[in-house]
């Protein structure tokens, strides 16, 4: 099967606000439009929140289902990546909840990652074998850490450092402060990062 690629949102705010004014219309252009541009942060959403073996792109694509059926209702200030992840986030959260899965959290950073946060610290795989399983354990480590954080830390870090969110974004997903989510946020990494250190040989 092909593997489906997708880009990172380039639209402005202010041609996004446009966007959304018309897709809120009926226009089905524009609501395409930011459903495609926008998909990449439902499916990170969806990747960090399901565990192996859960069908992410059946989750992607019923996360956008919702986002189009909800388009009539959303606010045109509003940030739409935010909106989608919330619709993404309380998918996955029911999903979670009605299967009692535990979250999968991925750890991989890649090296297009500027803002890896606590997890820039983890060592990078390299070739050496030991390398290798020196940093699978610190992974290991790092995403127990992240898997036992009280749920809305747990929320902000993902939305933060594997969906890539800004502050502002994340508030919206969540329907709180961007005040409390700095908390969250503050509160989320530094356990993180203390036990990503720990685990560095």
Same mark, same amino acid.
């Given at each position: ?11 402005? %705010?202010?041609?996004?606000?446009? +966007?959304? =004014?018309? #897709?809120?219309?009926? *226009?089905?252009?524009?609501? /395409?439009? !930011?459903? @495609? ?63 009692? %899965?535990?979250?999968?959290?991925? +750890?991989? =950073?890649? #090296?297009?990652?500027? *803002?890896?946060?606590?997890? /820039?610290? !983890?060592? @990078? ?73 720990? #685990?560095?040989?």
């Amino acid at each position: 099967m092909a593997s489906v690629v997708r880009t990172e949102p380039t639209v402005g %705010l202010e041609d996004e606000a446009k +966007l959304v =004014v018309r #897709a809120r219309a009926g *226009d089905g252009e524009a609501a /395409a439009e !930011l459903l @495609a541009r926008h998909e990449l942060v439902a499916w990170r959403v969806c990747r960090s929140l399901l565990p192996a073996g859960e069908d992410v792109e059946a989750a992607v694509q019923e996360t956008l289902l919702r986002a189009l059926r909800g388009l009539p209702g959303v606010a045109a200030e509003a940030g739409f990546s935010g909106w989608l992840a919330a619709i993404a986030l309380n998918y996955c959260r029911d999903r979670l909840r009605r299967r009692r %899965l535990v979250p999968f959290l991925p +750890l991989e =950073v890649g #090296a297009d990652d500027d *803002d890896a946060g606590p997890l /820039a610290v !983890l060592p @990078a795989p390299g070739s050496d074998p030991e390398r290798v399983s020196m940093a699978r354990q610190a992974v290991a480590r790092v995403r127990r850490e992240v898997a036992r954080l009280p749920r809305r830390q747990r929320e902000v870090f993902a939305l933060r450092f594997f969906v890539g969110l800004e502050l502002e974004a994340i508030a919206g997903a969540l329907s709180i402060d961007v005040g409390t989510v700095k908390t969250h946020l503050h509160r989320a990494v530094h356990r993180v990062r203390r036990v990503a250190e720990e #685990a560095l040989p």
